[in-house]
């Protein structure tokens, strides 16, 4: 990836979110919002139109930051996908005649959500809790977001005029949901693609998420950018960051974006045809130079992973015991006992770590502080190996960081004597 192309952090973009004092004007007629996901106004001659509505917390705040350039009733609201940041603020900025349109798999992704509300607010804590502060009243549930039923649901194409200007809704579930939409405006050459490509232009796509998710397909992913690549836009307005302008730009990101996944595809398809294994290609599948992309949310590592088990399955045939609710776990105290405590495990680790090998070191201490988990050598020896890993990922991948960190958070608070410490 050239100098040109280095793309934003998602962090640094949540932090421009918070800094904003102002609408940004992307058009004379498009006014940008920068949230945990961004909301932008449209406006007609008959009125406003929202694509996506911000977070809740942010949503009195949003509202404010519009105000200056609202030129009529909000007619509509169109909602990209089913994540909170992209529709938590509906109900605070909807006005009384306001439509809500979204895709028809919408109401099912926001009732997974609340389904496993306490499963994924665990998760979602521990990696993004220090980069995304709640700012919504104390006695509000954290995590929770509103209860919305749209009034229009997209089942594959829905078109409509507002004062003067078209719009077609255009279902494309791949991407980061299943229940994305995409907003194009034909006669300003306008495209809102929402997360579609992920939070970062440019990048690898996270087609099953760090935090949990339901997994996406990479054949629906490709079909996707194969339908707004065929739209020709010239301004192309995504989730977050700053706007995509111009249509021959648009178009060569798009097809490097496509050229890039389609050889990670085939290079998982082509090992798996050879008998390699999942770990085998990870560790093997590289894009060329010409095709690099940022890996801020997805890694090419973990789409290797996804593509695998989107064709394969969770059975990887590495052992019978992957058929039965018995984890290798199970006889960690066994391998500690043999090995002579988890003291010799941490010594051996430790060979791992100056050799350059964290993984093989965390490996060992996961069987060690499994049976003894305030063993002082392993902890040491695991923070070094976490701190090797951070130092190596250079912070460009934004999940992988912030696990780390709190990682070393929860290894520091060990060797504290926390008693509330979880490794």
């Given amino acids: 990836m050239s100098a040109s192309d280095k793309q934003p952090s998602l962090g640094s973009l949540v932090q421009a979110g918070e800094a904003q004092t102002e609408a940004v004007a992307v058009t004379d007629f498009i006014f940008m919002v920068k949230d945990i996901s961004n909301l ?12 996506n509505a911000g977070f809740m917390d942010s949503a009195e705040r949003n509202r404010a930051l519009l105000v200056p350039h609202r030129s009529g009733p909000l007619r509509r609201i169109v909602i990209t996908q089913g994540h909170p940041d992209h529709f938590g603020g509906a109900p605070a900025l909807r006005d009384a005649g306001t439509e809500l349109i979204a895709q028809r798999h919408f109401t099912d992704t926001c009732a997974d959500f609340r389904l496993l509300a306490p499963y994924f607010r665990r998760r979602s804590f521990k990696l993004w809790g ?61 495209v809102f693609t929402g997360n579609l490509f992920g939070p970062v232009f440019l990048a ?20 996707a950018l194969e339908r707004v690549r065929a739209l020709d836009a010239e301004l192309l307005i995504t989730g977050h960051g700053d706007p995509v302008r111009g ?71 590495d052992s019978t015991t992957e058929l039965y609710g ?25 060979g791992h770590a100056d050799a350059g090998r964290p993984l093989e070191a965390l490996h060992l201490l996961d069987i060690a502080l ?40 929860a290894v520091n608070a060990a060797l504290a004597g926390d008693g509330a410490a979880a490794l």
Avoid at 299 to 316: D, L, M, P, T
Avoid at 337 to 349: I, Y
Wanted: proline content about 6%; some cysteine; overall charge neutral.
């Fill in 247 to 317: 249509a021959g730009h648009i178009r060569a990101s798009l097809d490097r974006m496509h050229a890039a996944v389609s050889f990670i595809h085939d290079a998982v398809v082509e090992g798996m045809n050879a008998g390699k294994d999942v770990h085998t290609l990870m560790r093997e599948v590289r894009l060329p130079e010409t095709l690099k992309l940022a890996e801020p949310h997805g890694k090419v590592a973990w789409a290797v992973r996804s593509i695998w088990e989107e064709y394969s399955g969770w059975f990887h045939f």
């Fill in 40 to 51: 932008y106004l449209v406006k007609t001659a008959d009125g406003d139109l929202l694509v």
């Fill in 130 to 190: 220090s980069t995304i502060k709640r700012k919504g009243p104390p006695n509000a549930a954290p995590g929770m977001p509103p209860v919305i039923e749209p009034d229009v649901v997209v089942d594959r194409e829905y078109r409509f005029e507002q004062g003067g200007r078209r719009f077609e809704l255009l279902s494309t579930p791949g991407g980061e949901a299943l229940d994305s939409l995409v907003v194009w405006m034909p006669d300003e050459r306008v």
């Fill in 204 to 223: 690898v796509p996270n087609l099953v998420t760090v935090r949990g998710d339901r997994p996406r397909s990479v054949r629906r992913y490709l079909r």
């Fill in 370 to 409: 499994r049976v003894e988990p305030r063993c002082a050598a392993a902890l040491t020896v695991k923070k070094a190996a976490l701190q090797q890993l951070q130092r190596e990922s250079a912070g460009e991948n934004l999940s992988e960081t912030m696990w780390l960190r709190a990682e070393i958070a």
């Fill in 326 to 350: 018995v984890p290798r776990a199970s006889v960690d105290a066994d391998l500690v006992e043999l090995a002579g405590g988890a003291d010799a495990l941490a010594g051996r680790a430790q």
